[in-house]
């Protein structure tokens, strides 16, 4: 237990989000429940029969490499152990992720009818927001002077700016008003609204305005960043907005705008203008 206890104390230190946090303190305490040796005594089989196991129960290849990682974790950063596991890591499909089009975001906004719960679904998709950075906001982060916010130790425990919509400045400004000197997004019990409400308001809404795609509140920051690219925005504009630390996270949404290749005319239609057909 010591050394789940100093692994959460390195992962703290160095930032790691709270998510990421409780999932490798999970797989390290299932890795022990398989095989419950002193960490210092733990070999390169012990770990690949464990991994055969999850690949047994059919565990996807996301589901592996963050099991590896998590041990890698633990045993190099936290016990100074070298590992030479030699795990080649399991490939994860590469799917784009689900965003929606300009109109099904205001059907979707539409089909709100909580004003709180609308404005944050509309926080979300005018400034990329992930759900835990909007309802995580308070009301000093705003500089409605400037039309920025700023989210505070977001992703990586990184301060970042966004921006704020014009057409949200006066209801945000009123939202602040009347949230005081705290959350921005409170419930009842004074704390920031739990996701699951996000989750649940999305789910509603999607199904109230006949929304077929699977979306989530995090399609709606997919929505910004691909609407962005399509009206003009170059990657490294759209970078720092999402708050990527890499530019090839960013490229994902070219990928997903048509609007990026719509320009681009088939050579055959220049064969064919050419009497070559």
């Not at 992962?11 to 095989?35: H, P």
């Not at 709606?220 to 990657?235: C, D, K, P, Q, W």
Request: aromatic share 8%.
């Amino acid at each position: 237990m010591d050394a789940i206890y100093n692994m959460q104390k390195e992962m703290l230190r160095r930032g790691l989000s709270r998510k990421t946090i409780l999932t490798y303190i999970q797989c390290v305490r299932q890795f022990m429940r398989f095989c419950p040796k002193e960490f210092m005594r733990v070999t390169s089989k012990d770990v690949r029969d464990y991994i055969d196991v999850l690949v047994a129960e059919n565990k996807c290849g996301n589901t592996l490499n963050v099991h590896v990682n998590a041990l890698k974790f633990l045993m190099e950063e936290v016990l100074h152990k070298r590992v030479t596991w030699r795990i080649k890591y399991s490939k994860v499909p590469k799917t784009l992720p689900v965003f929606l089009t300009k109109d099904e975001v205001l059907r979707l906004f539409s089909a709100v009818d909580n004003e709180k719960h609308r404005l944050i679904l509309e926080l979300l998709y005018s400034a990329g927001l992930r759900v835990s950075e909007a309802l995580n906001l308070r009301t000093i982060d705003f500089e409605f002077e400037r039309c920025i916010g700023w989210v505070r130790h977001g992703k990586g425990n990184k301060d970042r700016p966004f921006i704020i919509a014009e057409c949200l400045r006066e209801r945000l400004k009123k939202a602040v008003c009347d949230a005081g000197e705290d959350w921005l997004f409170a419930g009842r019990n004074g704390f920031p609204l739990h996701p699951r409400s996000v989750q649940e308001t999305v789910r509603d809404a999607a199904r109230k305005a006949g929304i077929k795609k699977k979306v989530h509140p995090h399609s709606l920051r997919h929505s910004f960043a691909t609407h962005l690219i399509e009206n003009g925005y170059s990657v490294s504009a759209v970078q720092p907005l999402m708050g990527h630390s890499s530019a090839e996270t960013t490229m994902v949404y070219v990928h997903m705008c048509p609007s990026a290749f719509i320009s681009v005319k088939s050579p055959y239609d220049g064969l064919r203008k050419e009497g070559c057909a």
